[in-house]
């Protein structure tokens, strides 16, 4: 089964607008990242927070992580239809080497 | 550098067929992954190397598919004989141990239909 589970499964918002999503995992981690999807295209790495961080900033992305309840969020500010595409976290075992375990993802459709 | 290379881009096939999927991974990078996507399963790690060595092939699905790295340059994903539910798109991707945590660089996919 996916480590991490994505929430919303599909997410609809208008151009300017933040977007939200969530990511809930089940064991220890050393690392979550997320990753992004265009359609018809590899995934692409956006940001990495450790398990000893608790919020990481990157441009119009910010990402918090609570180990206590095992569960990261992933906010896009200021939203542009050119970030429609697939979210994905990915987490980083603890004793799990250099493998990374995907979530199910969140389809962002970003509209004029 | 160029990224993660795959090839083919999309292939379609004959179910019973051979499928040959090929990888470089960025000069440098010590990790590979062979990952696969389909819309049931989500993306599934199928076998990964570190340093050319398999470390991990639980996530193959069955005898029919191997996975070789014979340098640090090149690997092969093989699937024989295919089989019309082996059809999805085949990620390759690569990371450096000792980089920013354990970043990872995928390529951009192989479609594969079996038909």
């Known amino acids: 089964s996916q480590q991490g589970e994505e929430d919303p499964q599909a997410l609809s918002i208008q151009e300017g607008e933040n977007a939200t999503m969530n990511c809930s995992y089940k064991?220890?981690?050393?690392?979550l990242q997320w990753y992004r999807q265009n359609s018809g295209r590899g995934l692409v790495h956006l940001i990495l927070i450790r398990s000893n961080e608790r919020e990481k900033h990157s441009g119009r992305l910010r990402v918090t992580l609570d180990t206590s309840k095992k569960s990261s969020s992933l906010l896009i500010t200021a939203s542009r239809a050119a970030d429609t595409a697939s979210y994905f976290c990915?987490?980083?075992?603890?004793?799990?080497?250099?493998?990374?375990?995907f979530g199910t993802g969140t389809q962002l459709k970003v509209e004029l | 550098d160029a990224g993660v290379i795959q090839s083919p881009r999309h292939e379609v096939t004959e179910m019973g067929q051979e499928v040959t999927l090929r990888c470089k991974p960025i000069s440098g990078h010590d990790y590979l992954f062979w990952y696969r996507q389909t819309m049931m399963r989500g993306l599934e790690l199928l076998i990964y190397f570190n340093n050319n060595v398999p470390i991990d092939d639980s996530g193959m699905p069955e005898d029919r598919f191997s996975a070789k790295m014979p340098n640090a340059s090149f690997s092969t994903l093989k699937i024989q004989p295919s089989e019309p539910r082996d059809s999805a798109v085949y990620f390759c991707?690569?990371?450096?141990?000792?980089?920013?945590?354990?970043?990872?660089?995928f390529g951009e996919g192989s479609w594969l239909t079996v038909v």
């Open positions: 991707a690569s990371s450096f141990m000792g980089g920013e945590g354990n970043t990872i660089y």
């Open positions: 064991t220890s981690i050393n690392n």
């Open positions: 990915a987490t980083g075992l603890t004793g799990g080497g250099n493998k990374l375990t």
